[in-house]
């Protein structure tokens, strides 16, 4: 008879999900099921009874025993294909267009701070109030240039 941790990790791995996203399917808090596989220790038993309740397209014999097939009868096993998600040439455009003001934005912001690292330097010297605040924000950063 196979460790039922065994048979745990091999869930997972046929979900294509993480020990821990297992965990929080079954309302597990984190480390139940990582540490008891990590260390070869116990489970309590109400956690194999809700992956049984999550999980009833594999067998209950196997995940106690280790023995038989994974899957109940008339299953037949999907590798799940996780989707790879390109980027496509527009989000590209938009993600230049955003990086350009973005560091447009930045460059005045500089500026603008070593002009006023230079007044406060020299005593006597008032500060002059601009309101910049039309060219800078969110009004740059927030908008990508039309092309």
Not at 50 to 70: A, K, L, R
């Amino acid at each position: 008879m196979r460790n039922i941790l065994l048979q745990i990790a091999d869930i997972a791995e046929n979900e294509s999900i993480s020990i821990g996203a297992l965990e929080r399917k079954i309302g597990a808090s984190k480390g139940v099921l990582s540490r008891a596989i990590a260390n070869n220790t116990d489970i309590q038993s109400k956690w194999i009874q809700i992956i049984v309740e999550n999980y009833p397209h594999y067998s209950t014999d196997w995940i106690i025993t280790g023995n038989g097939s994974m899957l109940k009868d008339g299953i037949i096993e999907e590798k799940k294909e996780i989707p790879l998600k390109i980027v496509d040439k527009d989000s590209i455009g938009f993600i230049l267009d955003r990086y350009e003001s973005l560091a447009a934005e930045n460059a005045l912001l500089k500026r603008e701070n070593e002009e006023l690292k230079l007044l406060i330097d020299k005593p006597g010297q008032s500060i002059p109030y601009t309101d910049n605040s039309l060219n800078l924000g969110t009004n740059i950063a927030a908008e990508p240039k039309n092309k």
